[in-house]
């Protein structure tokens, strides 16, 4: 047997002018009982549920009503689905809250399964914990709810995946079903099926040729990425690995125009001032050539590659395999850096700004096809 109890606290009518019988003179309680399987939930069964109130000190209104039960034969389990996606970005989880269905379900529901569906460029990366009930993973992306699922029972259940956007048929808004299944059998051993979807639309950016990286190249090489002065602000941006050799690969950027110019066709990769010695160098386009630059002629003059200091001398941010869209709340270090009031980031589509208390803007596409970018 289940009981509820409601404290009311003390209640007051302060219109006198109120009959006893009025709707504003009631208090109203609605609730909703269930019967589950049960050996004594037979055909023609009576059961009574009772409500009762206390008043004090010596008030107590009790009323019954009786319940005949009809069942079905046979009795047939019917599930209730919820599908919600939640997160942003290209990791995002779908979650699913299952239960029975109060006006279609009949009987207990035995051997519960959940299955997801996948596209093939959807992959799964994992459960979501915290979850309710007692969920199981079978296989991939099967899970098996252990024991009998009672009529009053439910449970929450949620999984994290990921969008794989080289495997994308086609770029732009891209729109996919994610279909669930819930399979279960009856209390007569019959198996039934029961489906859900839920959509979902992601910008996928288009497919470009990437030029590989060399085998030959330094490793301070990279094929997209900016580096930033933080002594007086230089800002570079390169994307060596996405643009023809006709066309330049690296854009300064100026502060009092708001607008890049190009830094020379000559250098695929900036790798700006060392530590070491003080020297402002370069990487040609063929990723192999070592270049520095002569400030006084503001040439850039082939070096010898044997000269070049260390990696660790150079301040630079690698965004190759960067993949997200959109400006990050919380990126990672080699997405972001700042001088004074200017904060650049670097994303899956391309280089963003933020000057001061202003909204990030987009300043530059990753897939040039022009001399300039602004």
């Known amino acids: 047997m289940d009981q509820a109890v409601l404290d009311l606290g003390q209640g007051l009518n302060n219109d006198i002018a109120v009959v006893d019988d009025s709707d504003v003179n009631k208090i109203k309680i609605k609730f909703t009982a269930y019967i589950n399987d049960h050996a004594n ?4 069964a009576s059961f009574w549920i009772g409500a009762g109130v206390i008043g004090r000190p010596k008030m107590v209104w009790v009323g019954q009503f009786k319940i005949i039960t009809t069942l079905s034969s046979p009795s047939i389990p019917f599930p209730s689905m ?9 990791e995002f989880f779908v979650n699913l809250t299952l239960g029975h269905d109060v006006v279609k379900s009949e009987g207990i529901a035995y ?9 093939p460029y959807v992959t799964y ?3 979501n914990t915290p979850y309710s009930g007692d969920v199981v993973k079978v296989t991939g992306t099967r899970y098996e709810i252990g024991g009998l699922f009672y009529f009053d029972k439910s449970v929450n259940h949620s999984i994290n995946l990921k969008l794989d956007r080289e495997q994308c048929p086609s770029s732009g808004l891209v729109n996919f079903a994610i279909p669930v299944r819930i399979s279960l059998q009856t209390k007569a051993c019959v198996w039934k099926e029961y489906f859900r979807a839920i959509n979902r639309s992601m910008t996928v950016l288009p497919k470009t040729a990437t030029i590989p990286k060399d085998s030959r190249a330094p490793p301070h090489y990279y094929g997209r990425g900016f580096h930033l002065d933080e002594t007086d602000g230089t800002f570079v941006v390169c994307m060596n690995q996405h643009v023809p050799t006709a066309i330049p690969a690296c ?16 250098i695929g ?14 990487l040609a386009r063929n990723q192999i050539a070592v270049y520095a630059l002569d400030t006084t002629q ?12 260390a990696e660790n001398t150079f301040k630079t941010n690698n965004l190759e395999s960067t993949v997200s869209i959109g400006p990050l709340e919380v990126p990672s270090a080699d997405h972001e850096a700042e001088h004074a009031s200017m904060k650049w980031q670097g994303t899956g589509d391309g280089l963003y700004l933020k000057d001061g208390v202003n909204a990030w ?6 897939f040039v096809n022009t001399n300039s970018i602004n």
Do not use: M, R
């Open 111 to 119: 051997n519960v399964t959940i299955e997801y569906y996948l596209p």
């Open 361 to 366: 803007a987009k300043k530059a596409d990753w």
């Open 41 to 44: 939930v037979t055909e023609g």
């Open 251 to 266: 854009y300064s950027y100026d502060k009092n125009s708001g607008f890049f110019k190009v830094v020379d066709v000559i």
């Open 298 to 309: 503001d040439k850039w003059i082939l070096h010898q590659d044997s000269a070049l200091p």
């Open 82 to 90: 919820e599908l919600a996606f939640s997160g942003e970005t290209d």
């Open 269 to 282: 990769c900036y790798l700006g001032k060392s530590s070491a010695d003080g020297k402002i160098y370069g």
């Open 125 to 127: 990366v994992s459960e």
